[in-house]
């Protein structure tokens, strides 16, 4: 199993309230990733880290923001929630280095209303 | 752009047959290819790997095929089983950078007992 969390598992929440989403791994990992998924759609890269203090924007453009200030710690922030940020949100982390592993957190599903 | 696409979209095999799920992609610098399986309300968990200088990976029930110059790669599920039942996705990077992976669009795998 890997250790890697996500918190809360589930949020519904109102239209304008900023949420902060909880990532952290136990591993050590430096590169640590955020991605949006629709249940049992394609995964999309919203935001990436390569370490302590580097964040770059994924693929799919996204209003939220995210930051790096420990190494086992990457929270996504949305400053005014929409219900177009409707989803669920995956976290990942991996080890330096080619082919290793990509491991993911449990996803946190959130709901705005 | 979508680099790595994946068929079929959803897929129903009997108790016992044998699953495929074929990706394609365009990227010749690729060279990290995993499949990862989803079941609901979780994230995905690598299931097996390949790089591209073997043409065939086994492990128990599960073998990806490579086929370097036609740049495609399937999954293939022997003696399928109920618990086989999930989402299964293909994907593929590089070993430069972040080593984003690029994922399929997914396949929804039914077994019937």
């Known amino acids: 199993e890997a250790d890697i969390y996500q918190t809360p598992r589930y949020l519904v929440i109102g239209t304008g309230k900023k949420i902060t989403l909880e990532c952290s791994q136990t591993?050590?990992?430096?590169?640590m990733y955020w991605y949006q998924q629709d249940p049992g759609m394609e995964l999309h890269l919203i935001h990436y880290?390569?370490?302590?203090?580097?964040?770059e924007k994924g693929d799919l453009s996204s209003e939220s923001t995210v930051s790096r200030i420990r190494t086992e710690h990457f929270p996504l922030t949305l400053e005014s929630a929409r219900p177009s940020h409707t989803s669920q949100y995956l976290c990942?982390?991996?080890?330096?280095?080619?082919?290793?592993?990509?491991?993911f957190g449990p996803g946190t599903r959130l709901t705005v209303l | 752009q979508q680099q790595v696409k994946q068929s079929p979209q959803s897929l129903i095999v009997q108790k016992g047959g044998i699953s495929i799920i074929n990706c394609a992609y365009e990227?010749?610098?690729?060279?990290?290819f995993p499949w990862y399986q989803q079941f609901p309300g979780k994230g995905p968990a690598l299931l097996i790997a390949?790089?591209?200088?073997?043409s065939e990976k086994k492990e128990g029930r599960f073998t990806i095929s490579f086929n370097k110059s036609a740049k495609q790669f399937s999954l293939h599920i022997m003696d399928s089983q109920p618990g086989d039942s999930a989402t299964y996705f293909c994907?593929?990077?590089?070993?430069?950078?972040?080593?984003?992976?690029?994922f399929g669009q997914g396949t929804r795998l039914t077994i019937n007992p």
């Open positions: 990942a982390s991996r080890r330096q280095g080619w082919g290793n592993e990509q491991f």
């Open positions: 591993m050590g990992h430096d590169k």
């Open positions: 880290s390569y370490g302590v203090n580097s964040t």
């Open positions: 990227n010749t610098a690729f060279d990290y």
């Open positions: 390949i790089r591209p200088d073997v």
């Open positions: 994907a593929a990077s590089t070993r430069q950078g972040a080593q984003k992976l690029v």
